[in-house]
């Protein structure tokens, strides 16, 4: 299988998806989750080229750029985000939260949907590139604690970059 092939299933879901559930985080509006990933795309290539020139093919950067977050599409039939809609929600639409994760999909943290995902449509990660999705999200798991110290080049890259597209779009709210 090939992206292009799981693009032709999932594709609708990632050009629609937010990035996040809340006002105040990122990206949290339809479409989100693509202006999300483009940022952390346009970050890490710019972040590998300065750091650590030519060590990284770009397929490779826009590659992990646009597939950090796939998991926040669903699992390919049933969609992470609901919106929330109805009278039984106003009190958390008050608060900011204007999606909720959707109660008919089990439970699994983004990293790991993400790579359920791309084993889903047979695409193979190395090492490097399972790690650095992994622990995209950097600090901000306590499950990375084990990494610290440990993290491969790429790793760092993609939490840098990640955290940085993030904050970019948290200053423009």
């Not at 693509?34 to 890490?44: E, I, Q």
């Not at 929330?84 to 439970?107: F, K, S, V």
């Not at 090492?127 to 600090?139: C, K, L, M, N, Q």
Request: proline share 6%; net charge negative; with cysteine.
């Amino acid at each position: 299988a090939t992206v292009k092939s799981m693009f032709e299933k999932i594709g609708q879901e990632f050009f629609s998806a937010p990035a996040s559930s809340r006002e105040e985080y990122h990206g949290c509006f339809p479409g989100g989750l693509a202006d999300h990933s483009l940022r952390v795309t346009h970050s890490l290539v710019k972040l590998a080229g300065v750091l650590v020139p030519n060590k990284y093919p770009k397929e490779q950067l826009y590659f992990l750029g646009l597939m950090h977050d796939l998991g926040k599409v669903g699992d390919g039939e049933i969609p992470f985000y609901v919106s929330l809609e109805g009278d039984q929600n106003a009190w958390r639409r008050r608060r900011g939260e204007i999606y909720g994760t959707n109660p008919d999909l089990p439970y699994m943290p983004t990293c790991d949907r993400t790579m359920f995902l791309l084993s889903k449509f047979g695409i193979a990660l190395s090492a490097e590139e399972f790690i650095a999705i992994r622990i995209s999200d950097g600090p901000y798991e306590k499950s990375n604690e084990k990494y610290n110290m440990k993290e491969p080049d790429l790793a760092i890259l993609l939490h840098f970059a990640d955290r940085w597209a993030t904050a970019i779009e948290k200053a423009s709210l």
